[in-house]
């Protein structure tokens, strides 16, 4: 009978165990809590390059109004001129009312086919391979967790290419967020200084079996106050959940010290120390909130009977609860000293509490707890009313390692032009140790760090100026300045004087953000963004969710603190390390395979409509179709779309060389591959072939007789052999894949329109079959390919062997196997790469109008901009055109 109630007490804290595990994960999902109501609402993301395509969108619409409005006019004209005079053409002499749109709309629909509409559907086909790409690369495979890389946003890919600025958590996102107690300050007395290990410190270990007081409370408060729940398995031993990882490490080393936390059933706590069980009942906790910076709960010793008020949090948090006469300064050098080590610092501190002051307090906190509005401000109002007269009983320090690959990563990004900004709650110290250690910053002579700090609102503003007045004198020199500001002096600042810390903002490439909140973190992403800078946030917890969803590309890595920051990022990934290769790689190739694409969509396009144009000039201006519309939906869909799908697959460099050399990534943050410069050039293409396929046509079957569909089917062959071409130009490297597809894709064009030539009532009835058998097809073909792709191969050439870019320059290397860092004019066009670049970051005013010069010939990574005032051409500015001062800091000494 004893044995069975022994086992039914059992079953019975098991089951309040486990009702207090799932009340504590309940509290994590769910809109209505706090984590939800700080998540936010993910705004819809625009890519630069998206952008970049509407735009020249609308001005190709524009450009088709006007030429139907142009063409229209002029067919009615004829019409009205010529057209009545020949006299196999039969007008009435009066026609109805809207005879005059007829011919209008006649152009409208023969230049319908000049913006493509298949290109979202392609650039959403490429852009889901694009993510598979990332889910399926083993290199960024995390085999410590098992983690794969995952995109969780397939439009965004090409933007990765385009990033300027980094902002990064630091606990769990540049470290292992695996926390280790090391040293600790308890009544001014330091341990683990010698030895590294306040757990392997004899004077600590004789202190608790001697059990002296103070280092008993202070190991009562790291094994009480926090929200741990220990979990007993069978064999009786006792492991931890815990939702922070500091939590989990203080109750850890309690342990470790004989302060042993074995139950917490309902509002009792079980805490066994030196075989003895002592209960305590919690009677309130006070949670931890991002503005509060501390955490405390109210407990009863069952074996005293007396009220108990324990807190742990921040230093600023906790030293100004202190009683008034306490000397902290020990404690405060103890911080100092931990923070100057790079650890994680928690203080810890009680007070015994009177029945009569409970009891008042606890019916006024019950009151806010159930308030229906404003119940943070309540709270937080009347956790105050309690959390003073604390004795400070100690300081804690906690190792969190950095993890491996974070230094060469930063280091890497850091060349490849991109700005770094540390977003942390750390104390500032730990904070600029850690940035030391992952060359985030450079110690001196070569950097310097400015300090945006002080007690009162004037102080802050005086601090902010002198930065400011430091940045800008020093802003042509070659030292790296990066400027270091709190919390509470960033709340000052963004309330007040944001466009100065704005214009800080651009001129300084690194700055560290301490004790920030979560909403600050994500008010920096916004002001970056408000700057038209490329941002990507990349954080491991449920306090970077908003901070992530904020910023135009959000990275979640996989951590131990849960799945959060993982499952509301676009990009989610197992290590900082493998940041480098998504930028790198995935983002690079992105976008250079986006941006031929949705060009090479438009010319294929403006090649057809251009030829239908032309061909109204010789047929009176009256809007007659050169093609029948299955030829239209052929070319479009079939003829054209296969062969550069494949270009998801092409590569202008290798991995490897992409690695070696992440500058290159200037052409693609530029928007060197898609801005209206490079399009006037595919523009202009279009319009030569177009001129060559049909004035070539046309010449070759002059004075031969004809049918229309002949000589339609004769340009239209014209066409697919320049495509062919075309791509295979472009393309830098090939598979078996990409050979099929252009290729295949050719000779599949002369099977299938053999196979519709024997077809009676198809309308072309053995005309393949006539063209095929005459030399003159073939002939004119031929000169087709070689009248339209002559300038093309001698532009290409002459770019390619006397005015290389550092990228043909590798190219040449890699094809001829030779060592890529003994050339000496990459060297020099990689610094004359970054001298272009910097060469834009003259602060200009922010309504500037910036026009772009023609690029057909220039191989600068960005295209060259002239300020002349208001234009209309502000509707081609890019989003990612503007580079300010910050990149030619970027540029120096990278």
Known sequence: MEEYFELLLWMHNQLQNNILLLARQLELIGNETKLGMSRGVPEPKLTAVDAMIDKLTGAIFLFQIVVVIVLGFSGNIWKDTEARKQWYVKYPDEGPWYELLIIPLRFELLCSIMIPISIKVSLDLVKSLYAKFIDWDEEMYDNDTNTPSHAANTAISEDLGQVEYILTDKTGTLTENRMIFRRCCISGIVYGNESGDALKDVELLNAVAKNVPDVLRFLTVMTICNTVIPIRSNSGAISYKAQSQDEDALVNAAARLHMVLISKNGNTIGVNFNGSVIQYEIL?????????????????????????????????????????????????????????????????????????????????????????????????????????????????????????????????????????????????????????????????????????????????????????????????????????????????ILKQYREAFTELAILSRTAICCRVTPSQKAQLVELLKSCDYRTLAIGDGGNDVRMIQQADIGVGISGREGLQAARAADYSIGKFRFLKRLILVHGRYSYNRTAFLSQYSFYKSLVICFIQILFSLFSGVSGSSLFNSVSLMAYNVFYTSIPVLTSVLDKDLTEKTVMQHPQILFYCQAGRLLNPSTFAGWFGRSLYHALVVFLISIHAYAGEKCEMEELSMVALSGCIWLQAFVVTLEMNSFTILQHLAIWGNFVAFYVINCIVSTIPSAGMYTIMFRLCKQPSYWITMVLIAAVGMGPVLAIKYFRYTYRSSAINILQQAERSRGIIFSMGTLESQLKSVEKDVASLSITQPKNRNPVYEPLLLSDSPTPTRRSIGSSTFDFFQPAQSRLSTSYSRNCKNN
């Open 284 to 492: 309130d906790v006070l949670e931890f909130t991002s503005d509060r910076k501390r955490m405390s709960v109210v407990v009863r010793d069952c074996q005293n009977e007396k009220i108990l008020l324990l807190s742990k949090g921040a230093d600023e948090a906790i030293f100004p609860c202190a009683y008034p006469g306490q000397q902290i300064r020990t404690f405060v050098d103890a911080v100092e000293q931990y923070a100057q080590l790079g650890l994680r610092t928690l203080c810890l501190g009680w007070r015994e509490l009177k029945d009569d002051e409970y009891e008042e307090w606890s019916h006024m906190f019950k009151e806010a707890s159930t308030a229906l509005f404003d119940r943070e401000w309540k709270l937080a109002e009347v956790c105050q009313r309690l959390e003073h007269d604390l004795e400070i009983l100690g300081v804690t320090a906690i190792e969190d390692r950095l993890q491996d690959g974070v230094p060469e990563t930063i280091e890497t990004l850091r060349k490849a032009g991109i700005n770094f900004w540390m977003l942390t709650g750390d104390k500032q110290n730990t904070a600029i140790q850690i940035a030391l250690l992952c060359n985030f910053i450079s110690s001196e002579p070569k950097g310097q760090l400015l300090f945006i700090n002080g007690k009162s609102e004037d102080e802050v503003v005086r601090s902010l100026e002198r930065v400011l007045l430091t940045m800008r004198i020093t802003s042509s020199e070659p030292k790296d300045l990066a400027f270091v500001v709190d919390g509470w002096a960033l709340e000052v």
